[in-house]
């Protein structure tokens, strides 16, 4: 079984839709990590939480929210999806060496 | 705040050739660095990380790369190329401090494999 799993893995919505994205891993680490994906922007961090009580801000948060709900699980939202939020999502996460281990993405298009 | 820049967008070897991505960053200190490779629908995959020590590293699936801390850079490198081989691949960098354990990510460079 992966170590880190998303649901849905594919998902189109329609603007102003609330959409979550849920993320489980089963690598026992604290650290959990929200990524998109845009062509030609590489990976830009929209959330981090470094333990259940812990969540930041990364460098594009504006329209997401997220829950960490248990250690194991983290889930992104959209509270009012508009198109520009289509991309690919990533969560990841991490141990104490700092490499992070990435799930498989959920592909979000929103109309 | 920690940058990390590859400049080469899109790059095309012929299978059997030797290849090399580069890779250059932006950081005061030290920093972490590492390769990722992403298949076509898939996650990212760890190739290979730096932390200190030796500073050429190897990974997996014939791939090194080498820390120049004069040049800023961390290129990967593989002598022969297999179809297998392409795919998109991100240099990323972990600074220390207050950021521990957040990735900056390159934009990416597409590896296109001719037979």
């Known amino acids: 079984d992966a170590d880190v799993t998303q649901t849905p893995r594919n998902r189109i919505t329609k603007t102003g839709k609330r959409i979550m994205l849920e993320c489980s891993q089963t690598?026992?680490?604290?650290?959990m990590y929200w990524y998109r994906q845009d062509p030609g922007l590489g990976l830009r961090l929209i959330y981090y939480s470094f333990d259940v009580k812990d969540i930041n801000k990364g460098e594009i948060s504006d329209g997401y929210s997220v829950s960490r709900q248990a250690q194991a699980k983290f889930s992104l939202s959209l509270e009012s999806a508009i198109p520009n939020q289509t991309a690919l999502y990533f969560c990841?996460?991490?141990?104490?060496?700092?490499?992070?281990?990435f799930g498989p993405g959920t592909r979000l298009t929103v109309t | 705040a920690q940058s990390v820049t590859q400049p080469d967008i899109h790059i095309t070897v012929s299978e059997g050739a030797s290849l090399e991505l580069r890779c250059n960053y932006s950081y005061g200190a030290t920093p972490y660095l590492f390769w990722y490779v992403q298949s076509p629908g898939q996650g990212l995959q760890l190739l290979l990380k730096y932390f200190s020590g030796d500073t050429l590293v190897q990974g997996i699936k014939g791939f090194e790369a080498e820390f120049k801390r004069s040049q800023s850079s961390f290129n990967l490198r593989k002598p022969s190329v297999h179809w297998s081989d392409a795919a998109e691949y991100f240099c990323?960098?972990?600074?220390?401090?207050?950021?521990?354990?957040?990735?900056?990510f390159g934009q990416g460079t597409i590896l296109t494999v001719h037979p």
């Open positions: 690598k026992g680490h604290d650290r």
């Open positions: 990841a996460t991490s141990g104490p060496g700092g490499e992070q281990y």
């Open positions: 990323a960098v972990i600074a220390g401090g207050t950021s521990y354990g957040k990735l900056t």
